[in-house]
């Protein structure tokens, strides 16, 4: 069964540090994916950053970047010069292959906050 | 633009009835998917569908039901079995193209007392 691990239920940071949040994950499906959600107190989920299991490289987008570890199963979200802003839930989430119906797995979560 | 919409954003019931609630979009994606999500916790999946007419159960189908006849819309109908119907639902869609991202609407607190 394919499953995600967030073990850091809450993380603080201070503003312009960067912090890692880490996501481990199971599956015995050799294609799947890899995604990072940001949820503000509003509640919307926001699409941060995607990872495929045979990207050869960490995929980057701004000041997020994914660090995959492919050998480890862990998928850890980076995020450079923390911001007020980037205090939010964050999730981590897997897709399996096609015949999962491109439907997500989310870990529990965890909470970041930004201290000025 | 183009997005998600679900209304209403906060609805109450009383126990014993059945709501439905609403999502649209006009992304023109295929799929879309209902999640549940209670108070410090992940998403769970209740239904999905990725075409009209059709869809299947997520991991939490019970208590549940859903229709898909338009492509822009995928309503979720809690029902009086649905145990503890309490919780935040938030609606998605995603294209049928790699990488199958998905995009999120807003969400509805729903409270039945």
Known sequence: ?116 | DGGITQSPKYLFRKEGQNVTLSCEQNLNHDAMYWYRQDPGQGLRLIYYSQIVNDFQKGDIAEGYSVSREKKESFPLTVTSAQKNPTAFYLCASSPSGFPYEQYFGPGTRLTVT
């Open chain 1, 1 to 116: 069964a394919q499953k995600i691990t967030q073990t850091q239920p809450g993380m603080f940071v201070q503003e312009k540090e960067a912090v890692t949040l880490d996501c481990t994950y199971d599956t015995s499906d050799p294609s799947y994916g890899l995604f990072w959600y940001k949820q503000p107190s509003s509640g919307e989920m926001i699409f941060l950053i995607y990872q495929g299991s045979y990207d050869q490289q960490n995929a980057t987008e701004g000041r997020y970047s994914l660090n995959f570890q492919k050998a480890r199963k862990s998928a850890n979200l980076v995020i450079s010069a923390s911001q007020l802003g980037d205090s939010a839930m964050y999730f981590c989430a897997m897709r399996g292959g096609y015949n999962q119906g491109g439907k997500l797995i989310f870990g529990q979560g965890t909470e970041l906050s930004v201290k000025p």
